[in-house]
């Protein structure tokens, strides 16, 4: 690579490889995140390669690796361009045809594209697909477009123009007001002004100052961090580099989690790229700044998320949290003013700068602009990585990209900001989805984790389980947060196994406070919040687990018994042969019952009735079995 010694040479560059696309062939790209990846999007992608070589077409067509495009539950996902036409859940078998129609012939392949299951409408184009009809894009939109370890992809797109805009046109201050007129805030989940935490450590006394990449993302079921990283890293990396010179640092670390490997390779990948150009390092673009960027390979503790506990880790301590008499952006690293932001605020600070504050505040609403970044999962139609609007209602996120609850259940609750977030019942499906509007319900941001659940889910046994999870990741240094834990993982676990008693609700309560005022960091101070908006908007079910020994849900494993309905049973012996412990009884010819001292519980019998004759008892006397030789009653059909 020739090095870039200005902006007029990086914009050269730019035209040179806009220009060379114009005339390019036909390109296939082809999902390579971890998700497709999960799904056999490597295979897809040999077998696509093996067939133009078949064909002979190796020279004529490009075939592109990129990172998540979203909608997983489709995956693996490919499109065409110039055509852009997107084909789903696509299998190896599949190459030959999409080869010799698709690409040879410029012929749909039908059977391949997107069909909506609600109107059996079949779509040709991105925007006519409900899932992404509703989204606003601006920092996923690129994912399908480049390949994450190109840069001269990503520079063709505009890449770093913000960058020269800001080392040639702007003052560091300018940058920071920028920011702050954008009214960006912090994607992690603080929602903290960034612009305002970038004044911080710019006016905080020393000349050594640093600026993290927070890429430490472990909430059950998240992936926003990771696909962003893994799809568009120079995005990440070109806003670091602007909030470097904005800040007054020499220097910038990439936090990245141990588990994210393909995050923690293209980061690396593009920070050598940037600096063959000279886009990074030793006088940037001729500007006279200078700036270098690590790598930090994290261990894959929930906690090290946490800013201070993230520092720790950086400087080779053990990444736990410390005491912040002095915030992080005057003290941090090795003592040195560290500014911290999430990989999403970053990634914002190019758009910002290239397209201007008022742009971005258009988006969104008045107190949080911009978009978000969400990981939709749980017992929803469509799954996957969704960025909208901010003050888009649960409901539009849920029915509208999400297409609704899935087997036509009944929405329960969604549960927003990760582990430490709370449950938001159906009352409040028309809330504005923002950082105020969340906390006001209980819940928050978070970094973008958004669980929905279901009628059959227990909000008792939710909220055990996420407690649990923190029980595993807390570091254990504070009391509040290590003992209230603990006992608070210990009475859920009580009340789901039918041992709580009602006092049970006061002792949680002041638990939770606790750890709220007095909690070392935010992993303490939030936990609690599963615990409350479970108790506050369903305490229905607490009292009923309580009270009466009941899962209201039938979740609960030993508050829930199995039962054959005889009249339903048509002793096809599916679910005798199912049961791990022999506790069905019952021949071909004789309706089947269990012997309930023999039951473990474990479900396999519900799962294999195809007659729903198995049902679900909790709270409730169990029938006795049906006489000894009772038939059963033939019917057709299954459930």
């Not at 696509?90 to 109107?119: F, M, N």
């Not at 990989?343 to 504050?357: M, S």
């Not at 012997?595 to 007659?611: I, L, M, N, P």
């Not at 049902?615 to 029938?623: A, F, H, Q």
Request: hydrophobic share 35%.
């Amino acid at each position: 690579m020739k090095r870039i010694d200005s902006p007029e040479d990086l914009e050269k560059l730019r035209r040179k490889l806009r220009s060379k696309k114009k005339t390019d062939k036909t390109t296939i790209s082809v999902c390579v995140s971890t998700g497709c990846v999960a799904l056999g999007s490597i295979k897809v992608l040999e077998a696509i390669k093996a067939e133009l070589e078949r064909q002979g077409l190796v020279e004529t067509v490009n075939v592109k690796e990129t990172g998540c495009l979203g909608f997983c539950e489709q995956g693996p996902r490919l499109s065409i361009h110039p055509k852009e036409i997107c084909y789903f859940k696509v299998k190896p078998e599949d190459a030959q045809e999409i080869v010799s129609k698709t690409v040879i012939k410029g012929e749909v392949v039908e059977r391949l594209l997107y069909k909506d299951p609600a109107t059996g409408k079949v779509a040709r184009r991105l925007d006519e697909i409900p899932f992404y009809r509703h989204q606003v894009r601006p920092l996923l939109a690129n994912n399908e477009r480049i390949d994450p370890k190109s840069i001269n992809d990503y520079i063709a797109l505009g890449g770093y123009e913000a960058l020269a805009k800001a080392l040639f046109k702007m003052t560091p201050e300018d940058v920071i007001e920028e920011i702050k007129r954008a009214n960006l805030r912090g994607r992690g989940g603080g929602g903290f002004p960034t612009g305002i935490k970038w004044e911080t450590t710019r006016k905080a006394p020393g000349h050594l100052k640093y600026v993290i990449v927070n890429c430490d993302e472990g909430d059950p079921g998240a992936f926003m961090d990771r696909s962003l990283m893994e799809g568009n890293p120079h995005s990440v990396l070109e806003g670091l580099i602007i909030g470097g010179y904005a800040i007054g640092a020499g220097e910038g670390f990439v936090y990245v989690r141990e588990e994210y490997p393909l995050a923690a390779e293209n980061i690396t990948n593009a920070i050598r790229q940037a600096e063959e150009y000279g886009l990074l390092g030793e006088n940037i673009l001729g500007s006279g700044f200078n700036f270098k960027v690590r790598v930090h390979r994290g261990a894959g503790a929930f906690v090290s998320g946490e800013s201070s506990a993230l520092m720790n880790a950086i400087e080779g301590c053990i990444g736990e949290p410390r005491p912040k008499y002095v915030h992080t952006a005057v003290k941090g690293v090795w003592g040195r003013p560290s500014c911290l932001n999430n990989v999403k605020t970053w990634a914002n600070i190019p758009l910002i700068i290239l397209n201007g504050a008022e742009w971005f505040r258009k988006i969104g609403t008045e107190g949080s602009s911009g978009t978000a970044i969400f990981s939709l999962v749980g017992k929803v139609n469509n799954t996957g990585l969704v960025e909208v609007p901010m003050g888009i209602t649960l409901r539009d996120l849920i029915y509208k990209i999400g297409g609704g609850i899935k087997d036509g259940k009944k929405f329960k609750a969604v549960q927003t900001g990760g582990p430490s977030g709370g449950f938001i019942p159906e009352q409040y499906l028309n809330l504005p989805v923002d950082f105020d509007e969340l906390n006001r319900v209980g819940s928050m941001m978070g970094s973008g984790g958004m669980v929905v659940m279901d009628e059959d889910t227990c909000m008792v046994d939710a909220a055990r389980f996420f407690i649990d999870f923190l029980l595993e990741e807390s570091c254990g240094k504070c009391i509040p947060c290590r003992e209230g834990l603990r006992v608070l993982s210990r009475i859920l676990n009580d009340i789901c196994e039918g041992k709580g008693v009602e006092e049970d609700v006061m002792i949680v309560e002041e638990i939770a406070e606790t750890m709220r005022d007095a909690s070392l960091c935010a992993l303490g101070t939030t936990a609690a919040n599963p615990v409350l908006t479970s108790l506050k908007y369903f305490r229905d079910e607490w009292d009923q687990h309580l009270k009466a020994k009941r899962c209201p849900a039938k979740a609960c494993k030993a508050l829930v018994n199995y039962y054959i309905e005889p009249e339903k049973c048509q002793a096809c012996q599916l679910c005798r042969r199912e049961c791990p412990t022999g506790a069905i009884l019952g021949g071909v010819e004789q309706v089947h019952w269990i012997e309930q001292d023999k039951c473990v519980k474990c479900g396999s019998c519900y799962e294999a009735c195809r007659f729903n004759a198995i049902v679900k008892l909790s709270g409730e006397p169990i029938p006795p079995p049906p006489p000894e030789g009772t038939k059963p009653v033939r019917r057709r059909g299954g459930r």
